[in-house]
């Protein structure tokens, strides 16, 4: 996909502003959907059509959703505001974009040296994470879900090889969530911006460096046009998770088989969006490599460690936070990784040695 189709804005703004209150007649709702992304863009773009195309099917058209893209009707940073007043009655986004509304949401998306994909979805459905989930976001009108996720991020595009932790001290440098905050303890000058404003900033030096979501993604916005030094593990984000956001309002007033219909399809979506990213991330990275040049470089032993360092700093500091739902969720989130963690030493993580040992990979 060319990069114009998604990075040009619509002209939907004003126009969808003034939108009327949904109409329900015969039992039938016509809802909005605002996304933090630009339509079509591969990953979550795609995954948030997908979710408001399940939504209609699995409803039976009683729940006709239709998607505006950020800046359709609100900024993407303004849609997680725009379901709770009501603007729209639902959104598509991350949640390691809400920090500013409580650190404690930073963690059901994304954690430095925490959760994969699949462990995320352990922790809300069987580790009690989704209850801790829903009563933080009740605090702002919105009945939150999972609906997919992005797998591991990767650590970043870099115009300097990275030797040492001194090297990113003082780098303009984009990332978010609590990411954003273990660059900041490593002396990074953490900035959060959109993926296509990433693009832009890095192509005019405004950005020394920066980490959006992985090869698939990164591929199609171009930042391999810009920089050509791709660093992995983004210890930043072992995942994110994707969230679709409704107004709790408007959920509560839908009968019975209507919620059901709305968690059933973002339940469905979770790995199907997650293995999608996988797959497209593998096959983008050959490209990256063989095509254009791209060189995918480790980060030294020494700068993971210094990460570690941070992260742990940043967990501390949850856990000593004034508000006690954050601590809540962060010694349940905790519990959870240490558990899981334990475990996985002999389960995934030996499968994946022993096969790296037989095959190579």
């Keep these: 996909m060319e990069r114009r189709k998604f990075l040009t804005g619509g002209a939907l703004g004003v126009a969808a502003a003034g939108m009327a209150a949904p109409a329900i007649a015969q039992d039938k709702r016509e809802w909005k959907m605002v996304t933090a992304w630009p339509k ?5 773009g795609v995954a948030a059509q997908l979710l408001a195309d399940r939504i209609t099917q699995l409803s ?3 729940i006709e959703v239709k998607l505006f893209a950020a800046g359709e009707i609100v900024p ?3 849609v997680f505001d725009a379901v709770s007043e009501g603007t729209a009655e639902l959104y598509h986004a991350v949640p390691a974009y809400w920090g500013s509304k409580s650190k404690g949401i930073l963690l059901f998306g994304s954690q430095p040296f ?7 979805a352990g922790w809300m459905i069987h580790g009690g994470g989704q209850s801790l ?12 879900f999972l609906c997919g996720n992005s797998g591991p991020q990767w650590g970043g595009w870099f115009k300097d090889e990275v030797t040492s932790p001194d090297d990113l001290k003082g780098l303009k440098f984009r990332t978010t969530g609590l990411a954003s905050i273990m660059a900041s303890k490593m002396g990074m000058a953490a900035e959060a ?4 404003a990433m693009f832009q900033a890095l192509q005019t030096g405004a950005l020394d460096a920066g980490e959006f979501i992985g090869p698939w993604t990164d591929s199609a916005l171009g930042y391999y046009q810009v920089r050509k030094l791709y660093y992995w593990p983004g210890v930043g984000e072992p995942s994110s998770a994707e969230e679709c956001g409704v107004n709790a309002d408007a959920y509560a007033a839908l009968p019975d088989d209507l919620k059901g219909a709305v968690k059933a399809a973002c339940d469905s979506l979770y790995n199907e969006v997650w293995t999608e990213y996988t797959t497209k991330h593998a096959q983008s990275l050959k490209t990256l490599i063989s095509e254009h040049g791209v060189q995918v470089k480790k980060f030294p032993d020494e700068v993971i460690s210094a990460m570690g360092l941070a992260a742990a700093e940043v ?14 969720i962060t010694e349940s989130f905790i519990a959870y990784r240490d558990l899981i963690g334990g475990y996985m030493t002999y389960a995934d993580n030996g499968q994946m040695n022993a096969r790296a040992d037989a095959l190579g990979y």
């Design 315 to 328: 967990i501390e500091e949850l856990q000593q936070d004034d508000d006690a739902l954050v601590k809540s």
């Design 114 to 120: 925490g959760l994969r994909a699949d462990e995320q």
């Design 40 to 44: 079509n863009l591969p990953g979550p």
């Design 133 to 144: 989930y829903d009563e933080m976001y009740a605090r702002f009108n919105i009945k939150p």
């Design 60 to 62: 039976g058209g009683r």
């Design 76 to 78: 993407g940073r303004g």
């Design 193 to 196: 911006m959109s993926g296509p």
